[in-house]
């Protein structure tokens, strides 16, 4: 097992497959102009056959595939069809256009679960907060992926003044709906205009859907970031990722897989290993891995130690969302 100074064991990979996407969500890209990475200087198929298999051979057990957009590549097919015959969970986090295109892949690769992100009902809002005219797609993807049976989480990310109105509508949402719907803290990365004012609080969306719902909490894992909550006669559920509010880095399991094949011990670390390089030189990047896994800031990559009123946005170190791969 790979493990760390303080005897965490890390048994989840997410891999970025792209920092390139078809929305462009104001939370996760810088403002200024983006410049997407060229293909030729991300992973190829082969190469995240390797790596995986690495982490597989060492305990990993769950990848989940992210970016940017993971269906946005060209040769995603290729690279599912590989990892789906790793012995691992697999998973994924999509904005859910590509749902359709991609929907044979998903039912063959033996998806454990799809996480969409979504985080308004409503198709104006969609347009304001992604800057592109995708709702309608994404909303019928989510169907169909329920047609299909195939278990599917919304993440919608709560930010107040943007859609902390809808929050009741997401819950009644479930009510008919198999789904989980998943509220995200609203977290600060570099040119993301974050400010804590604008973060829904754990607290806060709680308070909220107190005033329409009685809900009970469900048991939480030891690994688990999200604190899920049924309600008496709904098909689906809900939980809240508090990253801000209440962080849960003691139980922390994930290693992130950059697109461009630099390891990142923590989503808020600064630090990166690049495992590509050595890995096209022929090295052995085991214990590459294994030095920057022990290497690992006991809690939020040791950036974010105030509590998350008092966080400085500009002294925060690291990649934009979209470059790390949510
Ligand atoms: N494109 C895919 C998607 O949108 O689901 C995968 C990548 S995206 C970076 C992964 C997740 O990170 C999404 O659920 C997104 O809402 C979330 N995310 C992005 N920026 C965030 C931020 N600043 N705070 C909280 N969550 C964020
Ligand atoms: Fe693209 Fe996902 Fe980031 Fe939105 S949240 S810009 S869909 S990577």
């Not at 849960?248 to 600064?270: Q, V």
Request: proline share 4%; hydrophobic share 35%; glycine share 6%.
């Amino acid at each position: 097992m790979i493990t760390d100074q303080f005897g965490r064991t890390h048994n989840y990979l997410r891999i970025s497959l792209t920092d390139n996407c078809n929305l462009r969500c104001f939370y996760c890209m810088p403002e200024e102009n983006y410049d997407f990475t060229p293909h030729s200087k991300l992973m190829q198929p082969d190469e995240i056959d390797t790596i995986a298999k690495i982490f597989v051979e060492h305990g990993v057990t769950k990848i989940r595939l992210t970016g940017g957009e993971p269906f946005v590549r060209k040769d995603a097919s290729k690279i599912i069809r590989n990892l789906g015959k790793l012995p691992v969970q697999l998973m994924c986090t999509t904005n859910g256009i590509r749902i359709d295109d991609m929907l044979s892949e998903i039912i063959q690769s033996d998806f454990q679960s799809i996480n969409i992100s979504l985080d308004t009902l409503q198709k104006e809002k969609f347009l304001k907060i992604t800057r592109r005219d995708y709702f309608d797609r994404v909303f019928r993807n989510i169907h169909l992926l329920l047609q299909h049976n195939i278990k599917t989480k919304i993440n919608v990310v709560a930010m107040k003044d943007i859609n902390d109105d809808e929050i009741s509508d997401f819950i009644a949402f479930t009510k008919v709906h198999p789904v989980e719907v998943r509220f995200i803290e609203f977290m600060p990365f570099s040119g993301n205009r974050w400010s804590s004012n604008q973060v829904m609080t754990q607290k806060d969306i709680l308070n909220i859907i107190r005033e329409k719902y009685d809900f009970n909490p469900l048991p939480v894992g030891f690994h688990d970031t999200a604190k899920p909550y049924s309600i008496d006669g709904h098909k689906g559920s809900f939980s809240i990722i508090s990253t801000m509010s209440e962080p849960f880095c003691s139980g922390c399991n994930r290693i992130r897989l950059t697109a461009d094949g630099k390891l990142k011990n923590c989503l808020f670390s600064k630090k990166e290993t690049d495992l590509l390089t050595p890995l096209r030189n022929g090295e052995d990047i085991l214990p590459i891995i294994e030095s920057a896994i022990w290497s690992k800031a006991k809690t939020q990559g040791g950036q974010l130690n105030e509590q998350f009123e008092k966080i400085n946005t500009s002294i925060i170190q690291n990649r934009s969302m979209i470059n790390i791969g949510g």
